[in-house]
Every structure is written in structure tokens, then in C-alpha cells.
């Protein structure tokens, strides 16, 4: 998946992509514009900065960041993931039905749910893991499929190239959420999507020290109505928190190999461990959609949920981990671990939530770039501590 960006490849990409607006000085970061205007010449002008939320210099240069390593023309920064979604959603009018892929994050359906419903946005979700099976769930007024892949929690995996295939004759956009991914490991744009997304608040921005949210597309038109809605609904990403991402995504290929290389050995511990029912990991050769991550992502990513065996009780595992947090969010250097169906599902009524998989003995793992045997001992360690129900 080396990919040739205005000559550079991915790693070198990731510090020398975008643009540096540094006012002539030569600073090799990219300054914090921190102001909300900017003096014109005279009356009449098209002056190139007006006004922050229109546009920012630290802002901008995150931008064009993200839009280079995701191989799109246009990025957006939000000031969330979800923030970032309701600009997306925002391209819809009322009577226009979404599709939703059956795993997505939490937060995608309440948004959905609660909100875009309301507007007259009418959605349904779909089992897209068998692309032939959801082709039925396209309505005439379907507009667009949001995907994740691997969703959220159970690490599925849906094939974005055959989507896009279908979507598109259907008349339909193709929307990825690839906060799982980033760019280093899996470029939609490249497998036919039309918008990709990101919750910038986990691997992008890598330390847990923020919230964003970006949006890349390659169609012009596209890239246009969007920075109409980024300029006229407002929730752009702040100058320091730009400046904050940048720094996180320069060191992003490092992060993802060790995060790999870690998650990887945790998923196969734990599926030779006798109290684990079952683990979740696309990297896993015995994993669901195992041949299409190969395909279309550089490898299986960082996030690892499991089951713990029947006779465990996880109200004790939780609180024995001594390495491993127990926190919402994931993608951070530090191993965070989530209980999806009380935290990052609590929003999904409980039937859904069951139907599609996320049990209440569901553990999801985010694991980070701390030294792997010291993550295994500790997660052994809660395991050996959960037993008696
Ligand atoms: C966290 C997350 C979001 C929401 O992003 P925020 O930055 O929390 O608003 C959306 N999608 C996925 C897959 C996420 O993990």
C-alpha cells in the first residue's frame, strides 16, 4: 500500500504533507494562528484569510495534511467526530433515507436517532459485511451508506470497494468512517468512497489530549458544499487544537506499527487462553472478513475485543487491571480498555445492541504502545482475577 504522494511516501508524507503557512520565518512547525480575524487592505477585496471560522492558517495546514494522506483534494476540521458527522448529514434533506452499517459507533446512531431524524433524514441499519445480502436494503430515496470498517465493537469487516460498487448504482454515496484505521492502514477515497471521516480524537490525534474530528473528499463539487456547511454551521476545529493534531499525526506510522505489532500478539494470546470465549481481531486468520482486510488495509489494526468464558465474572475483571485503563475513547499510546454495552454502546437500545452481537460479557480493548508483555501479565493477571461469578 506504499502510496506516492507528490513524490513522498506515506511515513514522509506524514511530516512534510500539507501546507506550512510560517510567515516567512522558517519555523518548520506550523505557527497557532490564534486570532479571529485578519486586517484587509480596503473595502471590496477578496482577502485570502476573513475570518476564523471561514478560515485559520493552523487550521488550513492540518487540512491539507489530512487531505494529502487520505489521497482527497479537500479536508475539513471539526471540533469532534461527531461534529464532523453532522456536516456530512448535513448534505442530506429531509425525505433522503441513509443506510448505516449494523456496527457503527454509538454516537453515529444516537446522532441519526435523535437528531437527523427529526430533520425528516430517515435511516435503517444494514448487515454490510455481505455485500450481495444489503443490496435489498436500498430504498429509492436512499442517498447515502455510512460504513465503518472494522466497525465498532466487533471488529467486522466490510468490503469498502464492493460497497462503493453497489452503493453507487444505487445512486447512492459512499460515506467511510475510518477512525479505526487512519490513513496509514486503510485509504477509502482509494477504494471508491466518496467521504471519509475521522474521530481525529483517537489515532490521529494519538495521546488522548484532545477532541476533532476531519473529513476528506476528492470531488470538487463535493469539497465545495461542504466548506459551505463548515463555514455556515460553525463547529471548526480551534487553532491550538490544529496545531495539536498535526503534532500527533506526524508520528502516526510509528505509533500504528508498534500499536499493531502489540495488538497482534495480545489478539493471539488471548485466543489460546482457556477462560476466553472468543476474540475479535481482523488480523486473526480465523477472524470474519480476515481475507478483505488483507485486501484493502495494510493489516488488522490495533483495537481487540473479546469474551471472556461463561464462568468469569467481567464486574471483577474491570477493576484488577493495574496497566490498562478503564476509559471511554480509544487510540491513545496508553492501553485503554471499554465495557461497550454500559459505555461506547449505552445509546442503542439493548435488544439492537444484542441482536447485532455487543453482549453484555463484551470487552473491548484498545491497545496501546506500552512494552507487550507487561499489557499481556496484566490482562492475564484481571482474567485469573474475574473467576466466580
Ligand atoms: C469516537 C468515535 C466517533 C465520535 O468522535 P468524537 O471525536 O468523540 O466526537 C465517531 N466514530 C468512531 C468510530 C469513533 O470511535
Known amino acids: 500500500m506504499e502510496s506516492d504522494m507528490y513524490g513522498m511516501r506515506f511515513a514522509t508524507a506524514l511530516i512534510h504533507g500539507g501546507v506550512h503557512e510560517d510567515g516567512g520565518t522558517g519555523s518548520v512547525n506550523v505557527p497557532i494562528y490564534q486570532t479571529s480575524t485578519y486586517a484587509q487592505e480596503n473595502i471590496g477585496g477578496t482577502p485570502k484569510w476573513e475570518y476564523s471560522r471561514t478560515g485559520n492558517p493552523t487550521r488550513a495546514a492540518l487540512e491539507s495534511l489530512i487531505a494529502d494522506l487520505e489521497e482527497g483534494t479537500a479536508g475539513f476540521a471539526f ?23 449494523e456496527n457503527v459507533y454509538g454516537g453515529t446512531f444516537r446522532l441519526m436517532d435523535k437528531v437527523f431524524k427529526h430533520f425528516g433524514i430517515t435511516f435503517s ?11 435489498a436494503a436500498f430504498t429509492p430515496q436512499t442517498k447515502a451508506i455510512l460504513i465503518e470498517s472494522p ?32 490513513p496509514y492502514l486503510q485509504r477509502p477515497l482509494d477504494l471508491g468512497a466518496d467521504i471519509v471521516l475521522h474521530s481525529a480524537t483517537k489515532y490521529l490525534g494519538g495521546h488522548s489530549d484532545l477532541v476533532a ?25 480551534a487553532p491550538f487544537d490544529s496545531f495539536l493534531l498535526i503534532r500527533g499525526i506526524r508520528t502516526l506510522a510509528v505509533r500504528m506499527d508498534r500499536h ?30 480476515h481475507d478483505v482486510q488483507k485486501k484493502q488495509a495494510k493489516n488488522g489494526g490495533a483495537m481487540v475485543s473479546f469474551e471472556l468464558a461463561p464462568d468469569r465474572d467481567i464486574r471483577k475483571f474491570f477493576p484488577a487491571l493495574r496497566v ?7 487510540g491513545g499510546v496508553e492501553s485503554l480498555v471499554c465495557h461497550p ?32 508483555d507487561d499489557l499481556i501479565a496484566d490482562i492475564d493477571w484481571a482474567i485469573e482475577g474475574s473467576e466466580g461469578k
Open 324 to 330: 490498562v485503563t478503564l476509559a471511554e475513547s480509544l
Open 79 to 101: 471540533a469532534s467526530g461527531l461534529a464532523a458527522e453532522t456536516a456530512v448529514l448535513s448534505l442530506f434533506e429531509s425525505g433522503d433515507h441513509i443506510l448505516l452499517s
Open 125 to 135: 441499519l444494514a448487515d454490510t459485511t455481505n455485500p450481495e445480502a444489503f443490496a
Open 151 to 182: 466497525a465498532n465493537p466487533l471488529l467486522t469487516v466490510t468490503d469498502i470497494e464492493a460497497t462503493a460498487k453497489i452503493a453507487h448504482a444505487h445512486g447512492a454515496m459512499v460515506v467511510v468512517d475510518n477512525t479505526f484505521m487512519t
Open 260 to 289: 499493531t505489532e502489540n495488538a497482534e500478539k495480545i489478539a493471539r494470546h488471548l485466543a489460546a487462553h482457556p477462560a476466553v470465549k472468543k476474540v475479535y481481531y481482523p488480523g486473526l486468520e480465523t477472524a470474519q472478513g
Open 341 to 372: 454495552a454500559t459505555m461506547t454502546h449505552a445509546a442503542i437500545p439493548k435488544e439492537t445492541r444484542e441482536a447485532v452481537g455487543i453482549t453484555d460479557g463484551l470487552i473491548r480493548l484498545s491497545v496501546g504502545i506500552e512494552d507487550a
Open 213 to 237: 474530528g476531519l473529513v476528506v473528499v476528492k470531488d470538487a463539487a463535493l469539497a465545495e458544499r461542504l466548506a459551505f456547511i463548515q463555514n455556515s454551521t460553525g463547529g471548526v476545529l
